[in-house]
């Protein structure tokens, strides 16, 4: 694909669902991928994976939570790859509760993976994007980031706020700097893993979370926003299941 050969991408939460399948994806489009999450051995499988596919792909451990972490990851990107083009703040969590479930461990852990680590991403990447004065941020929000209902409170409250973030930053950087959010539908991941409440997320998996789209859907999605000329700036993708329809 035209203006995805080459390039250096830097993938937040790259050890499964959506993060694995744009690693996977984009790889095999010819970028070089820098993989980052917790799970150190499903990151080295992956990035075998992709070097036995003829692909070009690296992995640290990442806790998105640290700031100093995240900026040895994009150091270690540009060390191991020389340049960074394209860095992608996909980690995330959706522990769903109702609010008088008070589940207050489960918010900041949202707030600090969904929110301040997409802040901890930009305050890694911008300088350099800054730096060679170009460079693209693509941040995974959710239908969530526009759509709020019972139980998602907070964690469409996460997605809102990176919403804004990106648009704030969009209109802050220089002409030459993109940043685009992709705003997934229910997607096969294991996200629906991180609700805590068993009763919870059997709905959530048996009743909102069918139909489901391939995770690859979503990174085809980003590849079209990294294919576009530097002077096309792709702002917002919703991609959605056709068959979803109330959220
Ligand atoms: N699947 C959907 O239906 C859907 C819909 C809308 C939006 N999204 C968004 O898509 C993004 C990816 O989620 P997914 O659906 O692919 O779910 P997933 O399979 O559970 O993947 C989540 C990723 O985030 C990583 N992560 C979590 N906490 C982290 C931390 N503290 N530091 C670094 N990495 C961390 C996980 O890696 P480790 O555990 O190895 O650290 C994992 O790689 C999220 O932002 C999610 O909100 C998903």
Known sequence: MENVKGKVIAITGASSGIGEAMARHLAALGAKVSLGARRMERLEDIVEDISNNGGQAICKKLDVTQPDEMKDFVEFTLERFKTLDVFINNAGLMPLSMINAYKIEEWHRMID??????????????????????????????????WVGP????????????????????????????????????????????????????????????NLLPAAAIARAVAYAVSQPTDVDVNELVVRPTAQKSF
């Open 113 to 146: 993976v969904n929110i301040k680590g997409v802040l901890h991403g930009i305050a890694a990447a911008l300088p350099y994007f800054e730096e060679k004065d170009k460079g693209q941020f693509i941040n995974i929000t959710s239908v969530g980031d526009r």
């Open 151 to 210: 139980t998602s409170t907070v964690y469409s409250s996460t997605k809102f706020a990176v919403r804004a973030i990106s648009d704030g930053l969009r209109q802050e950087v220089s002409d030459n700097i993109r940043v685009t959010i992709v705003a997934p539908g229910a997607t096969e991941s294991e996200l629906a893993e991180t609700i805590s409440d068993p009763e919870l997320k059997e709905m959530a998996i048996n009743q909102f979370r069918t």
